[in-house]
């Protein structure tokens, strides 16, 4: 049993369209990163949410905690085919120290 | 100047055979980290050091040994490799000890034949 789960798995548009990918689970999380991840990379961080109902911009980019620390969303405006990637989140638990990895949302922006 | 470097960046073997991996980072983090990636893109924690000391050991099996010779280098050593260890390998450095924000390098993608 995945404790972050991610969706959608895949999602593939057109460059230029608005989208919003998720990262939900049933425990709450001290704190949660994003990470995109391109073709024969690793992962880069993108940011890192830590107050409940925290809302965070990085350009096109915004993320968004849950009011309860149990999700996160990002979501992306006017995407272009650089943001093409895999977007992975990570959570922080309170009661160990470890990252808590969701599967990843697999993103293709076309042209 | 890259942060954290690992070599080689593929590799091809046959079922049987010893390999290793090489990392090191140049960002002065106290802690290192090993990640395996499957084919569906799951990342899973193998191991981390801090300051050269194991601090996690998940489930993996023992012909996977991890060796820090100092802070800045974390090696992977695989024994008797088979055909699902077949993944690739990510090594990541944090400033603090996990949950710190990790900084990947770019992956040795391992194929056992």
């Known amino acids: 049993t995945q404790l972050l789960e991610q969706s959608p798995q895949f999602l593939s548009i057109q460059e230029g369209e608005n989208l919003t990918v998720y990262c939900n689970s049933s425990?709450?999380?001290?704190?949660l990163q994003w990470y995109r991840q391109e073709p024969g990379e690793g992962p880069v961080l993108l940011v890192t949410?830590?107050?409940g109902g925290e809302v965070k911009k990085l350009k096109r980019l915004t993320f968004q905690f849950g009011d309860a620390r149990k999700d996160s969303s990002l979501h992306i405006t006017a995407a272009q085919t650089g943001d093409t990637g895999l977007y992975l989140c990570?959570?922080?638990?309170?009661?160990?120290?470890?990252?808590?990895w969701g599967a990843g949302t697999k993103l293709i922006i076309k042209p | 100047d890259t942060a954290v470097s690992q070599t080689p960046k593929y590799l091809v073997t046959q079922m049987g055979n010893d390999k290793s991996i090489k990392c090191e980072q140049n960002?002065?983090?106290?802690?290192m980290y090993w990640y395996k990636q499957d084919s569906k893109k799951f990342l899973k924690i193998m191991f981390s050091?801090?300051?050269?000391?194991?601090?996690i050991n998940e489930t993996v099996p023992n012909r996977f040994s991890p060796k820090s010779p100092d802070k800045a280098h974390l090696n992977l050593h695989i024994n008797s490799l088979e055909l699902g260890d077949s993944a690739v390998y990510f090594c990541a450095s944090s400033p603090r000890a996990m949950p710190d924000t990790q900084y990947f390098g770019p992956g040795t993608r391992l194929t056992v034949l």
């Open positions: 050091y801090n300051n050269k000391e194991l601090i």
């Open positions: 425990s709450v999380f001290s704190s």
């Open positions: 949410v830590v107050t």
């Open positions: 990570a959570g922080e638990r309170d009661s160990n120290y470890q990252l808590i």
């Open positions: 960002l002065g983090h106290d802690t």
